[in-house]
């Protein structure tokens, strides 16, 4: 049986990601802040729940230790979590508090998951990590007029993507033995950034949430150290 933690699940991309898991088979843990909607949300598909705050050292410990005790192992982790600071209009807010929020979020939060779960990761035959990123954090995307990136301005949340995707490279070099690949899940409709998934243009989360799962599923000769989308590998 092979285990699974995602970060940010209680919603959007992260819960529908734990759903397709949960259906192929794996035992995932649902990651969430919020106790009561991460509890629901793990009902809701079959899963686990576990606290988890990506922003916070003390409960990141705790959630690790959570599934270390529980005996369950852990075989892959998805750094799912993230924000992004948009107004209704796609404006990003630029104020020093809301930058600092956005990288502790998705940029720290990633280490500090991270670094908490890879004594568990280890002890797996096949240690898997997905780090969720975007293509507006690709230099090529971003530079392709044929990429909706290319003309879209992400001053913060882009900046976080990419550095997630460094993260992934230098990750895949520091630990050999454990697969680090980041994802491109597509434009999709979810509440990111505060917007209303009903009138976003994006496609259903449970869509997107399939490319997440394949990364999920890769076997010992899976890839590692890429940038993956739903047609194979993005540039970075």
């Not at 990003?92 to 990288?103: G, I, K, M, R, T």
């Amino acid at each position: 049986m092979t285990t699974t933690l995602i970060t940010g699940a209680n919603k959007g991309l992260g819960k529908e990601t734990a759903r397709a898991l949960v259906d192929a088979g794996h035992t995932v843990w649902l990651g969430a802040r919020d106790e009561a909607r991460g509890r629901a949300a793990a009902d809701e598909v079959g899963a686990r729940f576990v606290q988890l705050d990506v922003t916070d050292d003390a409960s990141v410990s705790a959630a690790i230790a959570t599934i270390s005790e529980a005996g369950t192992g852990l075989d892959v982790l998805i750094n799912n979590a993230g924000i992004a600071k948009w107004g209704s209009d796609f404006t990003e807010s630029l104020d020093s508090a809301s930058v600092l929020e956005v990288f502790d979020t998705n940029v720290v939060g990633i280490v500090r998951v991270t670094e908490a779960a890879l004594p568990l990761l280890e002890q797996s035959a096949n240690p898997v990590v997905v780090n969720v990123s975007s293509a507006l954090g690709s230099f090529w995307a971003t530079h392709e007029p044929s990429r909706p990136a290319s003309s879209f301005v992400s001053l913060i949340y882009g900046s976080s993507k990419a550095a997630v995707s460094m993260l992934t490279v230098q990750y895949s070099r520091a630990h050999t033995n454990v697969k680090f690949n980041a994802v491109e899940p597509g434009i999709t409709a979810t509440e990111l950034g505060g917007g209303d998934p009903g009138s976003h243009p994006g496609r259903p989360a449970s869509v997107s949430a399939q490319v997440v799962a394949k990364l999920a599923m890769i076997g010992p000769d899976g890839p590692t150290g890429t940038f993956q989308e739903d047609q194979g590998e993005l540039g970075w």
